[in-house]
């Protein structure tokens, strides 16, 4: 089993920053993927970004150029940077990790972009 957990959202303005953190622990396949979903209220659950052990990355075309994803396998835990935060960025932020023919979420955090 793996346990994700999510930290880092909050309220902020537009064009501001916010910087999510997803820790991992538990019995993690050494090769994997990990990513970044989102939830906005009434909307489906969608891809953001996602990263490999090899740290290949992609990046939905909604956020390209105002997020990046990162990762430190050595401390098990990933990274998303936001800047330039929308409006429509609002969501909850959900960590993934995919290895071993298995998937784990976290619990999400939120992200609230508004003045």
């Known amino acids: 089993q793996v346990q994700l957990v999510e930290s880092g959202g909050g309220l902020v303005q537009p064009g501001g920053s916010l910087r999510l953190s997803c820790a991992a622990s538990?019995?993690?396949?050494?090769?994997?993927?990990m990513g970044w979903y989102r939830q906005a209220p009434g909307k489906e659950r969608e891809l953001v970004a996602t990263?490999?052990?090899?740290?290949?990355?992609y990046y939905a075309d909604s956020v390209k150029g105002r997020f990046s994803i990162s990762r430190d396998s050595a401390a098990n835990r990933m990274y998303l940077q936001m800047n330039s935060l929308k409006p429509e960025d609002t969501a909850v932020y959900y960590c993934?990790?995919?290895?071993?023919?298995?998937?784990?979420w976290g619990q999400g955090t939120k992200v609230t972009v508004s003045s």
């Open positions: 538990g019995s993690i396949p050494s090769i994997n993927v």
């Open positions: 993934r990790l995919i290895g071993s023919g298995s998937a784990y």
């Open positions: 990263i490999t052990n090899g740290g290949n990355t």
